[in-house]
């Protein structure tokens, strides 16, 4: 099993920063896809940022140029910071890690990102 735990959400007003936090544990591999999506009320799930398991970077149009991905060598913690946030951004993130061989999915919790404008 992975667990996947988030911290770093909070509110902000539009045009200001926070960076998310996510620490994976259990079995991990290191070819596993990883990253970000989020969810706003009444609305589909949706990619903010990922590596792919080949390790190319992906972010959803939204957030190109505002946000920035990275993870650790040993690929266990991955960061999302997030700059010139906007009041759409508002919404709960999640993090996902995806077993490439298997298909398998692993989510976090979520954390609340609230931006006011």
């Known amino acids: 099993q992975v667990q996947l735990v988030e911290s770093g959400g909070g509110s902000v007003q539009a045009g200001g920063s926070l960076r998310l936090s996510c620490a994976a544990s259990?079995?991990?591999?290191?070819?596993?896809?990883m990253g970000w999506y989020r969810q706003a009320p009444g609305k589909q799930r949706e990619l903010v940022a990922e590596f792919t398991g080949s390790g190319m970077l992906v972010y959803g149009d939204p957030v190109k140029g505002r946000f920035t991905i990275t993870r650790d060598s040993a690929k266990k913690t991955i960061l999302l910071q997030m700059n010139s946030l906007k009041p759409e951004d508002t919404a709960v993130y999640y993090c996902?890690?995806?077993?490439?061989?298997?298909?398998?999915?692993?989510w976090g919790q979520g954390t609340q990102v609230t931006v006011s404008s």
């Open positions: 259990g079995n991990i591999v290191s070819s596993d896809a």
């Open positions: 996902h890690r995806q077993r490439i061989y298997s298909g398998s999915h692993y």
